[in-house]
């Protein structure tokens, strides 16, 4: 009776703090994504005196509730193995969960980061189909996803990734102008892989944009130093040093300088 009284405080006193978190944004939490992951961190066994099973049955208590952000981070510990055993399936339920039943959330509002990267989550999950779910690959449904977050949301991930898609031929079909709006938006936005793909196009030229090397190589800076420390940051580097081996020193140049003038306005994106 004692254990679950507790239990039951707890969950009280988290889903009061995602209901207060979701009005008001810590200082350096600028998304719900990153408010829920300071949540967890500040209830862990460490940070907050609470087990790792108590907050398991709080999150689950709170997302019985429909709290997005502790549906968020169960699906996220679960598709990482974070404090449990890594289930896809349950990761998957959890992303659907949200995107389900927030699919109409305000673009501007304080959870839309959430619902958005659960459409892409959920777009990719039903891109290499789930067989362990029953679900099969479905590419137009991905892609559906993926452009409702690209689009309703304007997210800069999904954005960039349909950017991706319109330089397969096997993904919205073949048409580089295409993608380098999308990746353009995305770019804009400060997202790093975005601006390195953009950066290339622009440096080669595609069928209706005339190459222009500066500005692709701006890009291309402007990503490498967005990146860094990050997973992304071997590959974006090694495209920047290849098409810095190819342009002139006066390019190379210019395009520094530019870079350092406009990435100002990325900070804090």
Do not use: C
């Not at 944004?25 to 600028?30: D, E, F, S, T, Y």
């Not at 300071?38 to 709170?62: C, F, H, K, R, Y």
């Not at 098409?243 to 006066?250: G, S």
């Amino acid at each position: 009776m004692t254990a679950f009284r507790g239990i039951s405080l707890i969950s009280v006193a988290v889903s009061a703090l995602l209901a207060l978190t979701v009005t008001t944004l810590p200082a350096r939490a600028q998304t719900a994504a990153d408010a829920a992951l300071e949540m967890a961190n500040t209830l862990d066994g460490a940070g907050g005196g609470v087990s790792g099973d108590a907050l398991l049955s709080a999150l689950e208590g709170a997302a019985e509730a429909g709290q997005p952000m502790a549906l968020w981070q169960l699906g996220t510990m679960y598709e990482n193995g974070e404090g449990v055993a890594k289930d896809p399936v349950k990761a998957f339920g959890y992303f659907s969960q949200i995107a389900n039943q927030h699919a109409d959330t305000p673009p501007r509002g304080v959870e839309a980061d959430i619902v958005a990267q659960s459409f892409v989550k959920v777009g990719e999950y039903y891109r290499d189909g789930l067989p362990s779910a029953g679900i099969p690959a479905d590419s137009e449904r991905s892609h559906t996803l993926l452009l409702h977050a690209a689009t309703y949301f304007g997210d800069a991930d999904a954005q960039y990734r349909v950017g991706l898609l319109y330089l397969q031929d096997d993904g919205l079909g073949y048409n580089p102008l295409q993608s380098a709006r999308w990746l353009s938006l995305a770019a804009r936005k400060g997202h790093g892989p975005a601006q390195a793909q953009l950066g290339e196009l622009m440096f080669n030229g595609i069928k209706g944009i005339e190459a222009q090397p500066v500005e692709g190589l701006m890009w291309m800076t402007m990503a490498r130093d967005r990146v860094a420390g990050t997973a992304d940051e071997v590959w974006v580097t090694e495209v920047l040093n290849k098409y810095l081996a190819l342009a002139t020193p006066e390019a190379r140049a210019e395009a520094t300088e530019l870079a350092a003038q406009i990435s100002p306005q990325f900070d804090g994106l």
